[in-house]
């Protein structure tokens, strides 16, 4: 009988400098905890620890998965990440409860995007999109995500937040700021367009994995 396969998207997460983390173990456990409830909302296989600085998830679908990224720099704040982002194929079934177990040249291909992550010192890769359709795109995500680089975490939950369009509960993002001082990051973190530019490369993720459907 074939192998049975499907297109997926493969994301390793790497951190950064973990080894100069104080209290290294209470930090793994407080991330893992935070993992685990970030993976409730949008990810196939949720995201889990790997290694001491890695953890993996895989997604069949585009929608929330950028929002998931800020999501864990903001738990992970002020610790650094980067993250490889592979759109591919999948040759084993899709382990629901851990991302362990899986394999194929999605995973393959996110491992080699993290390898060239630390030689470059960026923190965003992603393949797999045929860019050549949208050659602006590739470009516009890498100069926009270098420019998040210092983001303090009000910010991002701010972007979760617009997001969800969730203007009446700021309290259950974590935000405790007044209205005036929500506005003024939406501004100087030019957050609408980051909504339209992640909105649009989720819409490129979905349209790749549609027009590569393989067998579920």
């Given at each position: 009988m074939a192998k049975q396969t499907r297109t997926a998207v493969a994301v390793i997460g790497d951190l950064i400098d973990s080894k100069a983390i104080k209290h290294r173990f209470e930090f793994q456990?407080?991330?893992?905890?935070?993992?685990?409830?970030?993976?409730?909302?949008?990810?196939?296989?949720?995201y889990t620890l790997t290694l001491g600085d890695e953890f993996q998830a895989l997604y069949t679908h585009g929608k929330g998965l950028?929002?998931?990224?800020?999501?864990?720099?903001?738990?992970?704040?002020?610790?650094?990440?980067?993250?490889?982002?592979?759109?591919?194929?999948?040759?084993?079934?899709?382990?629901?409860?851990?991302?362990i177990g899986m394999d194929g040249p999605a995973f393959h291909t996110a491992r080699e995007g993290i390898e060239h992550l630390k030689k470059t010192g960026h923190q965003l890769s992603?393949?797999?999109?045929?860019?050549?359709?949208?050659?602006?795109?590739?470009?516009?995500?890498?100069?926009?995500?270098?420019?998040t680089a210092n983001w303090k975490p009000n910010r991002?939950?701010?972007?979760?937040?617009?997001?969800?369009?969730?203007?009446?509960?700021?309290?259950?993002?974590?935000?405790?700021?007044?209205?005036?001082?929500?506005?003024?990051?939406?501004?100087?973190?030019?957050?609408?367009?980051w909504s339209r530019l992640i909105e649009a490369t989720e819409k490129e993720i979905d349209q790749e994995l549609n027009g590569n459907k393989g067998n579920p």
């Open positions: 456990e407080r991330f893992a905890r935070d993992l685990a409830d970030i993976s409730k909302w949008q990810a196939d296989s949720p950028f929002y998931d990224l800020f999501h864990i720099r903001e738990c992970l704040y002020p610790v650094r990440c980067r993250f490889s982002i592979a759109i591919g194929e999948i040759t084993t079934a899709i382990n629901r409860q851990q991302a992603i393949a797999g999109l045929p860019w050549e359709g949208s050659a602006m795109l590739r470009p516009a995500i890498n100069l926009l995500w270098e420019s991002m939950k701010i972007l979760r937040m617009e997001h969800d369009q969730n203007w009446d509960s700021p309290g259950q993002y974590g935000l405790n700021i007044s209205e005036r001082a929500i506005n003024k990051n939406i501004r100087e973190g030019l957050l609408k367009d």
